[in-house]
């Protein structure tokens, strides 16, 4: 039997009497990279931080490597973390080595100096992520796909099983997005991780993931690529006119009548 790293039994959350996520049950496996797919307040970043432990269900039962996501986080272990727009000000004069570092404060402790160990720690994961040369570099000096770079680092910090990813491709070209796709694959290979990663780039997601999730408040399909069109119009409730993979970016677009 494969091990199981999420799994997710009849969990509902609603904010303020409105339901975000109905009735979502999932089971993962480790070793996975799992992508998921979903319009814009369909949930999708409400489930990563149910995952985490950083939002309560209002019911049903999330379980990670078969224990409470909260009582993981308050052990500062297992899971990487990257949000949608990391906690850092890229004016603020500090260096990528620095913010790197910061994945480790929950082992180390804040006010506390980092030890030799941690350092080391922080530039072989620089060097994962194909950057030892900006390590004395300001965050604010170096690109956006660079900076994307230094936030999986951070998250790697942690040494966790599970990397959870929100929409790191945001504002990336499209050669930036799939040099980070192929980074994140060999990521998972090299340390054993499972990833989960929000994205709404449906036709890269299709060509790098192992499976998709497609979200919107509840699971439309949980399944390796391809998905199908009926699915994809479920999930994003338009119309599929035409979807391209391989080198040709995918279109998705309403159908409109004349």
Not at 20 to 29: F, G, R, T
Not at 31 to 38: D, E, M, P, S, T
Not at 164 to 180: F, G, N, R, V
């Amino acid at each position: 039997m494969p091990e199981i790293a999420v799994a997710t039994k009849n969990l509902w959350v609603s904010y303020n009497g409105l339901t975000v996520l109905e009735d979502i049950s999932l089971e993962i496996e480790a070793g996975r990279f799992v992508g998921i797919l979903g319009p814009n307040g369909g949930g999708k970043s409400t489930l990563l931080k149910v995952i985490l432990g950083l939002a309560p269900p209002s019911r049903g039962q999330v379980r990670v490597f078969g224990e409470s996501p909260q009582k993981l986080r308050h052990r500062g272990e297992v899971m990487g973390y990257l949000p949608q727009k990391p906690l850092i000000n890229p004016r603020f004069p500090v260096s990528v080595l620095d913010v790197v570092l910061m994945g480790r404060y929950g082992r180390i402790g804040l006010g506390r100096r980092p030890r030799p160990e941690d350092v080391d720690l922080a530039r072989r994961h620089l060097e994962m992520v194909g950057i030892p040369h900006l390590a004395a570099r300001p965050i604010g000096e170096i690109s956006g796909g660079e900076q994307q770079r230094v936030f999986i680092a951070r998250a790697l910090c942690v040494e966790p099983r599970i990397l959870i990813l929100d929409e790191p491709l945001i504002s990336l070209d499209a050669c930036a997005q799939d040099d980070l796709y192929e980074m994140i694959y060999g990521l998972k290979e090299k340390l054993r991780l499972t990833v989960l990663m929000v994205s709404h780039d449906i036709g890269g997601v299709a060509r790098h993931v192992n499976d998709i999730v497609c979200l919107n408040r509840r699971v439309h399909v949980h399944q390796p690529p391809p998905i199908g069109r009926i699915p994809l119009e479920s999930t994003f409730g338009c119309s599929v006119e035409y979807l391209f993979h391989g080198e040709i970016p995918h279109r998705v677009v309403k159908i409109h009548d004349d």
